[in-house]
T-cell receptor, first 111, second 115 residues
Framework: QKEVEQNSGPLSVPEGAIASLNCTYS??????FFWYRQYSGKSPELIMF????GDKEDGRFTAQLNKASQYVSLLIRDSQPSDSATYLC???????????FGRGTSLIVHP | GAGVSQSPSNKVTEKGKDVELRCDPI?????LYWYRQSLGQGLEFLIY????????KSGLPSDRFSAERTGGSVSTLTIQRTQQEDSAVYLC?????????????FGPGTRLTVT
Protein backbone atom coordinates (compact mmCIF):
# COMPACT_ATOMS: atom_id res chain seq x y z
CA GLN A 1 0.00 0.00 0.00
CA LYS A 2 1.33 3.39 -1.00
CA GLU A 3 1.85 5.79 1.87
CA VAL A 4 0.04 8.73 0.26
CA GLU A 5 -2.61 8.12 -2.36
CA GLN A 6 -4.51 10.43 -4.65
CA ASN A 7 -6.84 9.80 -7.54
CA SER A 8 -4.93 10.87 -10.63
CA GLY A 9 -8.07 12.25 -12.31
CA PRO A 10 -8.63 14.28 -14.28
CA LEU A 11 -11.34 15.82 -12.17
CA SER A 12 -13.43 18.05 -14.38
CA VAL A 13 -15.74 20.67 -12.86
CA PRO A 14 -17.61 23.61 -14.35
CA GLU A 15 -16.59 27.15 -13.53
CA GLY A 16 -18.16 28.32 -10.28
CA ALA A 17 -18.56 24.82 -8.84
CA ILE A 18 -16.84 23.34 -5.80
CA ALA A 19 -13.90 21.09 -6.61
CA SER A 20 -13.17 18.39 -4.04
CA LEU A 21 -9.76 16.75 -4.02
CA ASN A 22 -8.97 13.85 -1.73
CA CYS A 23 -5.85 12.28 -0.31
CA THR A 24 -5.46 9.25 1.94
CA TYR A 25 -2.42 8.27 3.95
CA SER A 26 -1.33 5.10 5.64
CA UNK A 27 0.51 6.15 8.82
CA UNK A 28 -1.63 7.13 11.79
CA UNK A 29 1.37 8.93 13.31
CA UNK A 30 1.40 11.53 10.54
CA UNK A 31 1.02 15.07 11.83
CA UNK A 32 1.61 17.54 9.01
CA PHE A 33 -0.36 17.74 5.78
CA PHE A 34 0.15 19.99 2.80
CA TRP A 35 -1.48 20.82 -0.50
CA TYR A 36 0.57 22.08 -3.41
CA ARG A 37 -0.61 23.33 -6.76
CA GLN A 38 1.50 22.63 -9.83
CA TYR A 39 0.75 24.26 -13.14
CA SER A 40 1.99 22.47 -16.23
CA GLY A 41 5.69 23.12 -16.69
CA LYS A 42 6.02 24.89 -13.37
CA SER A 43 7.21 23.91 -9.91
CA PRO A 44 4.87 23.09 -7.01
CA GLU A 45 3.47 26.00 -5.04
CA LEU A 46 2.31 25.61 -1.45
CA ILE A 47 -1.33 26.62 -1.06
CA MET A 48 -2.49 25.08 2.21
CA PHE A 49 -1.19 23.26 5.24
CA UNK A 50 -3.05 21.75 8.16
CA UNK A 51 -1.95 20.09 11.36
CA UNK A 52 -5.11 19.65 13.42
CA UNK A 53 -8.31 17.76 12.85
CA GLY A 54 -11.08 19.79 11.31
CA ASP A 55 -11.23 22.48 8.68
CA LYS A 56 -8.87 25.27 7.76
CA GLU A 57 -10.05 27.98 5.42
CA ASP A 58 -8.03 30.41 3.33
CA GLY A 59 -10.00 32.40 0.80
CA ARG A 60 -11.60 30.00 -1.66
CA PHE A 61 -9.62 27.07 -0.32
CA THR A 62 -10.56 24.81 2.58
CA ALA A 63 -8.42 21.95 3.85
CA GLN A 64 -10.19 19.24 5.82
CA LEU A 65 -8.32 16.76 7.96
CA ASN A 66 -9.77 13.59 9.46
CA LYS A 67 -7.07 11.70 11.30
CA ALA A 68 -9.38 8.90 12.42
CA SER A 69 -10.19 8.08 8.80
CA GLN A 70 -6.70 9.04 7.59
CA TYR A 71 -7.67 11.43 4.85
CA VAL A 72 -7.14 15.04 4.01
CA SER A 73 -9.22 16.93 1.48
CA LEU A 74 -8.95 20.19 -0.39
CA LEU A 75 -12.10 22.05 -1.38
CA ILE A 76 -11.93 24.84 -3.91
CA ARG A 77 -15.03 27.01 -3.93
CA ASP A 78 -16.13 29.07 -6.93
CA SER A 79 -13.64 27.21 -9.13
CA GLN A 80 -12.03 29.25 -11.89
CA PRO A 81 -10.32 28.10 -15.09
CA SER A 82 -7.10 29.45 -13.55
CA ASP A 83 -7.43 26.74 -10.88
CA SER A 84 -6.78 24.11 -13.56
CA ALA A 85 -3.60 22.41 -12.42
CA THR A 86 -2.30 19.30 -10.71
CA TYR A 87 -2.80 19.28 -6.95
CA LEU A 88 -0.23 17.42 -4.88
CA CYS A 89 -0.88 16.16 -1.39
CA UNK A 90 2.14 15.82 0.90
CA UNK A 91 2.28 14.18 4.30
CA UNK A 92 5.06 14.05 6.86
CA UNK A 93 4.51 10.34 7.39
CA UNK A 94 5.31 9.29 10.93
CA UNK A 95 6.56 12.77 11.71
CA UNK A 96 9.45 12.50 9.26
CA UNK A 97 11.12 15.73 8.13
CA UNK A 98 10.86 14.42 4.57
CA UNK A 99 7.34 14.78 3.18
CA UNK A 100 5.90 11.96 1.14
CA PHE A 101 4.09 13.26 -1.93
CA GLY A 102 1.12 11.73 -3.65
CA ARG A 103 1.14 11.44 -7.43
CA GLY A 104 -1.25 14.36 -7.72
CA THR A 105 -4.78 14.93 -9.03
CA SER A 106 -5.30 16.79 -12.26
CA LEU A 107 -8.10 19.37 -12.01
CA ILE A 108 -9.75 20.87 -15.04
CA VAL A 109 -12.15 23.77 -14.59
CA HIS A 110 -14.09 24.38 -17.78
CA PRO A 111 -15.90 27.62 -18.58
CA GLY B 1 11.56 38.41 -0.26
CA ALA B 2 13.63 36.32 -2.63
CA GLY B 3 12.49 32.78 -3.20
CA VAL B 4 14.45 29.64 -3.94
CA SER B 5 16.59 30.01 -7.02
CA GLN B 6 18.09 27.30 -9.20
CA SER B 7 20.54 27.33 -12.03
CA PRO B 8 20.75 26.59 -14.83
CA SER B 9 17.09 26.58 -15.81
CA ASN B 10 17.83 24.18 -18.65
CA LYS B 11 20.74 21.88 -19.25
CA VAL B 12 21.35 19.67 -22.25
CA THR B 13 24.25 17.28 -21.94
CA GLU B 14 25.62 14.28 -23.72
CA LYS B 15 25.40 10.83 -22.21
CA GLY B 16 28.42 10.12 -20.06
CA LYS B 17 29.13 13.74 -19.13
CA ASP B 18 28.99 15.11 -15.60
CA VAL B 19 26.57 17.88 -14.65
CA GLU B 20 26.22 20.20 -11.68
CA LEU B 21 22.94 21.75 -10.63
CA ARG B 22 22.80 24.61 -8.17
CA CYS B 23 20.22 25.61 -5.59
CA ASP B 24 20.14 28.78 -3.50
CA PRO B 25 17.53 28.43 -0.74
CA ILE B 26 15.50 31.12 0.95
CA UNK B 27 17.67 33.03 3.39
CA UNK B 28 17.37 31.62 6.89
CA UNK B 29 15.90 28.29 5.81
CA UNK B 30 17.87 25.53 7.46
CA UNK B 31 16.38 22.59 5.56
CA LEU B 32 17.03 21.91 1.88
CA TYR B 33 15.61 19.14 -0.27
CA TRP B 34 16.31 17.88 -3.76
CA TYR B 35 13.66 16.09 -5.80
CA ARG B 36 13.33 15.05 -9.38
CA GLN B 37 10.23 14.82 -11.48
CA SER B 38 10.06 12.92 -14.70
CA LEU B 39 7.50 13.87 -17.33
CA GLY B 40 4.02 13.15 -16.03
CA GLN B 41 5.33 11.59 -12.85
CA GLY B 42 5.27 12.46 -9.18
CA LEU B 43 8.04 13.94 -7.09
CA GLU B 44 10.91 11.60 -6.30
CA PHE B 45 12.85 12.51 -3.16
CA LEU B 46 16.62 12.52 -3.60
CA ILE B 47 18.40 14.06 -0.62
CA TYR B 48 17.71 16.21 2.46
CA UNK B 49 20.01 18.60 4.32
CA UNK B 50 19.22 19.99 7.75
CA UNK B 51 21.63 22.59 9.10
CA UNK B 52 25.04 21.09 9.73
CA UNK B 53 23.75 17.56 10.26
CA UNK B 54 24.72 14.70 8.00
CA UNK B 55 22.40 14.67 4.98
CA UNK B 56 19.75 12.04 4.44
CA LYS B 57 20.82 10.46 1.16
CA SER B 58 18.27 7.68 1.20
CA GLY B 59 16.63 8.79 -2.04
CA LEU B 60 19.69 8.96 -4.27
CA PRO B 61 19.11 6.41 -7.06
CA SER B 62 22.76 5.46 -7.58
CA ASP B 63 26.29 6.36 -6.58
CA ARG B 64 26.51 8.57 -9.66
CA PHE B 65 24.44 11.11 -7.73
CA SER B 66 25.92 13.23 -4.97
CA ALA B 67 25.15 16.54 -3.34
CA GLU B 68 26.76 18.96 -0.99
CA ARG B 69 25.69 22.03 0.86
CA THR B 70 28.29 24.63 1.67
CA GLY B 71 28.00 26.89 4.69
CA GLY B 72 24.48 25.73 5.35
CA SER B 73 23.22 27.64 2.33
CA VAL B 74 23.86 26.93 -1.36
CA SER B 75 23.64 23.33 -2.50
CA THR B 76 25.03 21.59 -5.56
CA LEU B 77 23.67 18.33 -6.95
CA THR B 78 26.19 16.49 -9.11
CA ILE B 79 25.35 13.71 -11.52
CA GLN B 80 28.33 11.83 -12.89
CA ARG B 81 28.37 9.88 -16.14
CA THR B 82 24.85 10.96 -17.01
CA GLN B 83 22.44 8.47 -18.54
CA GLN B 84 19.33 9.11 -20.60
CA GLU B 85 17.14 7.97 -17.72
CA ASP B 86 18.51 10.91 -15.71
CA SER B 87 16.51 13.27 -17.93
CA ALA B 88 13.99 15.00 -15.69
CA VAL B 89 13.25 18.25 -13.92
CA TYR B 90 15.34 18.59 -10.78
CA LEU B 91 13.62 20.58 -8.09
CA CYS B 92 15.07 22.11 -4.98
CA UNK B 93 12.98 23.14 -1.99
CA UNK B 94 13.80 24.81 1.27
CA UNK B 95 12.01 24.88 4.58
CA UNK B 96 12.22 26.75 7.84
CA UNK B 97 12.15 23.82 10.22
CA UNK B 98 11.07 24.11 13.81
CA UNK B 99 8.28 22.35 15.60
CA UNK B 100 5.91 21.00 12.98
CA UNK B 101 6.62 23.72 10.46
CA UNK B 102 7.84 21.82 7.44
CA UNK B 103 6.24 23.86 4.67
CA UNK B 104 8.44 23.62 1.62
CA UNK B 105 9.04 26.32 -0.93
CA PHE B 106 10.20 25.14 -4.32
CA GLY B 107 12.54 26.69 -6.80
CA PRO B 108 11.71 26.87 -10.52
CA GLY B 109 13.66 23.70 -11.28
CA THR B 110 16.38 22.68 -13.70
CA ARG B 111 15.28 20.76 -16.74
CA LEU B 112 17.99 18.24 -17.57
CA THR B 113 18.05 16.55 -20.94
CA VAL B 114 20.61 13.83 -21.59
CA THR B 115 21.10 13.08 -25.29
Amino acid sequence: QKEVEQNSGPLSVPEGAIASLNCTYSDRGSQSFFWYRQYSGKSPELIMFIYSNGDKEDGRFTAQLNKASQYVSLLIRDSQPSDSATYLCAVNVGGSYIPTFGRGTSLIVHP
Amino acid sequence: GAGVSQSPSNKVTEKGKDVELRCDPISGHTALYWYRQSLGQGLEFLIYFQGNSAPDKSGLPSDRFSAERTGGSVSTLTIQRTQQEDSAVYLCASSLTGGRTYEQYFGPGTRLTVT
